[in-house]
């Protein structure tokens, strides 16, 4: 979740520029403060502040957590609100957004409890970030070969191969070839009940 280490510091980015403010009101309409928000979402509150004012750049797993936090959706957080709530997505409905280096296009329905985007990692894109967050996800490899770490595990999965794992395991998502990697992401903030547990008596 660390910003680009060549981008100005102090220089606003150019990308999502309506998301800063929003961050802002909603993490006040959530009656939160700095440091609690960030303590929340695994960030320093001096991140969070730069998130807040546009000297940083969000990325696609900041985004998750921050919208999980705030009780809404990554689309809804970046400003896209559609007239009705749909069954059915559109292909061509909408382009692709950015989200420090990621590209991602929503495949979901709007302002639900599980997240589905089709997501595009570029080569060397925070694949040293390691994540840990309630939940669960799956991911199926469309294109490329996607690197994720799972614990102290190492996978490479290829197009067709899928996972679905509890996303309090520490995993880091990378692509392992130059062109990047294409992939369905799914999100939900709902845990699977722990299969060893007993039932209670």
Known sequence: ????????????????????????????RRGLTLEAAAQRAGLSPAHLSRLETGHRQPSLPMLLALARIYGTTVAELLGEHPPERDSVIRGGGMGPAEADGWSYRQTGGWGRAMQALRVRVP??????????????????????RLRLGLGDSVHELTPGDSAHFDSLTPHRIASATPGGVELLFVHTLLQSPDPHARPHT
């Open 1 to 28: 979740m660390s910003p680009s280490a060549s981008e100005p510091p102090g220089q606003p980015v150019d990308e999502l520029p309506d998301v800063a403010p929003r961050l802002r009101d909603l993490r006040r």
């Open 123 to 144: 080569y060397g894109a925070q694949g040293d970030l390691v994540r840990v967050h309630p939940g669960e996800e799956w991911l199926y490899v469309l294109d490329g």
